[in-house]
């Protein structure tokens, strides 16, 4: 049976770059574009047009340099907004607006200070006006999260019947937990009329480490988009992390999901977006961490070493990594370093490796991790260096 498809839409440059101290240029976010079309992302979202003049700028040349993925400009549920991203994106091939409005009752009763059946007013309004400028329009129901699942789908069934072809579910603080917003999916699938003529999207935020875990269950209970960013960049804890998610899909067949991402390149542009916005991935971010293959500990090392796939469930070939590190720590084990001896050069004997041993735990004990040159000056120090290639 063929596996449905989810459509990957990255919010990098719009709800990443939201991130303090990360503002990007035009220039930088055109490049950063042109990469996510080579990935085979879907949609991008290329900013908030309205938001400033250099926003706006940025949306114009997105649209103008990709050709494949549809070209989203971000909107709130006012017309003026709306106009201006419509604009921003009228050289896209494929354009899309993104307009939508807060439905949970803090927002209805605190920031917006209106009622329920406003909401359904200014969804509809806000729908139909996006029309003018697009066929394609995604509506958000931001906070949707902690929105009550009967109110959420009056406002989901409104935003369908004036042309939304999209519906995003955010969840918009972290809030939520898997079961309780794949439940909330399946409720709008199950009660929304007229659900077939959408394509219900995720949205999932990290504040409680929680928004890959939600995206999923979201797409296994009937949502076949999910809106991520390159390293789960966002505001405050990030976003759902594109790699993480494109990842589990791809190494869980059971799911019968496919994003047709091109895998091999999530570690490049995984470090080409941590440059661009000087964000520094965490070492042990899954996927894309500089310790996502590594491996220190003795019995770790010992059962890589023997197969590979006894501690890596990912090849790390396709996610663009090289090769699996073996990383020399006091709890490395002796196979490791007759490993690494190897790898440079030193084919130990077992007496050897028993006489070389104690003195690399003696600096081990002395250092974080011990490299190749560190391996060398051992090794000559004990007479072991006759045949090791020059670093």
């Known amino acids: 049976m063929a596996s449905d498809k989810v459509y990957i839409f990255d919010t990098t440059l719009r709800d990443g770059e939201q991130v303090p101290g990360c503002k990007l240029n035009t220039p930088e976010k055109v490049e950063i574009a042109l990469k996510l079309e080579q990935l085979g992302v879907d949609i991008i979202e290329a900013g908030f047009p309205i938001s400033s003049p250099g926003d706006f700028k940025s949306v114009e040349e997105i649209c103008k340099a990709v050709n494949d993925p549809i070209v989203c400009g971000l909107s709130r ?15 896209a091939k494929r354009p899309r607006i993104h307009t939508g409005i807060g439905t949970s009752d803090s927002h209805v009763q605190y920031k917006l200070r209106t009622t329920r059946e406003k909401i359904i007013e200014r969804t509809v309004a806000a ?14 129901a931001e906070d949707a999260g902690r929105t009550d ?67 999923i269950a979201g ?15 966002g505001e405050r804890a990030g976003n759902t992390s594109l790699e993480e998610v494109v990842m589990i899909m791809k190494q869980h067949p059971r799911l019968n999901l496919d994003t047709g991402i091109n895998t091999k390149m999530l ?5 080409l977006v941590s440059d661009r916005m000087g964000m520094v991935v965490q070492a042990n971010k899954a996927i894309v961490g500089e310790n996502a293959f590594a491996h220190s500990s003795g019995i770790h090392q010992d059962g890589v070493i023997k197969k590979r ?7 790390p070939a396709d996610v663009g990594v090289d090769k699996s590190s073996i990383v020399l720590t006091a709890r490395s084990g002796r196979a490791a370093l007759a490993f690494r001896c190897k790898e ?48």
């Not at 017309?79 to 050289?91: H, Q, R, Y």
């Not at 570690?267 to 470090?271: E, N, P, V």
Request: charged share 25%; with cysteine; net charge negative.
């Open 267 to 271: 570690k490049s542009l995984s470090s």
């Open 309 to 315: 796939e006894t501690y890596e469930i990912m090849d």
């Open 219 to 233: 797409v296994s209970n009937g949502a076949r988009q999910i809106e991520c960013t390159i390293n789960g960049i």
């Open 77 to 91: 549920a006012v017309m003026k907004d709306i106009e201006v991203a419509g604009d921003a994106l009228k050289f």
């Open 149 to 215: 699942n009967e109110f959420l789908a009056k406002v989901c069934e409104a935003a369908i019947k004036a042309g939304a072809t999209v519906l995003n579910i955010p969840d918009t603080t972290g809030y939520c937990l898997p079961e309780e917003y794949g439940a909330k999916i399946k409720y709008l699938k199950e009660h929304v009329k007229g659900i077939h003529k959408a394509i219900i999207s995720t949205h999932c935020h990290n504040d409680l480490g929680l928004a890959t875990a939600n995206s």
């Open 127 to 140: 729908v139909k006006h996006a029309k003018r400028f697009v066929e394609d329009v995604e509506f958000y």
């Open 344 to 391: 440079i050069g030193i084919n130990l004997t077992k007496v050897e490796l028993d006489k070389l041993y104690p003195e690399f735990l003696k600096m081990a004990d002395t250092k974080k991790e011990i490299d190749d040159k560190d391996l060398m000056i051992i090794c000559e120090r004990m007479g072991l260096f006759v045949n090791a290639i020059t670093l």
